[in-house]
C-alpha cells in the first residue's frame, strides 16, 4: 500500500465554466447539424403536399433556417 496522501480534488469553477460551455456548443452544434441534414426532407415533403408552397414566407423562413443550421452545425462530429 502507498503511504502517500491523496489530495482532494479542486474545485475549479473556471475550469467547471469552460466544460458547461464546451458541452452546450457541442449540442447546439450537433442540433444544428441535424437540422440542417432533415429539415431539406420536411420542406421537400410540405411542398408536395401543397399548403406550405402556398405561403413563400414560410419556404423562405425554411430555407433561411437551413442556411443557418448548415453553418452552426457544420464543426458537428457525429461520432
Not at 3 to 21: H, I, K, Q, Y
Not at 27 to 56: C, D, K, N
Request: proline content about 8%; aromatic content about 4%; hydrophobic content about 50%.
Amino acid at each position: 500500500m502507498s503511504t502517500a496522501t491523496r489530495t482532494p480534488p479542486s474545485l475549479d469553477p473556471l475550469g467547471a465554466a469552460e466544460r458547461f460551455v464546451s458541452l452546450v456548443t457541442r449540442a447546439v452544434r450537433g442540433v444544428a447539424f441535424w437540422t440542417a441534414a432533415l429539415l431539406p426532407l420536411v420542406l421537400v415533403a410540405g411542398l408536395l403536399a401543397g399548403p406550405v408552397g402556398e405561403q413563400l414566407e414560410v419556404v423562405g423562413g425554411a430555407i433561411a433556417l437551413n442556411a443557418v443550421c448548415a453553418l452552426v452545425g457544420h464543426g458537428h462530429s457525429p461520432s
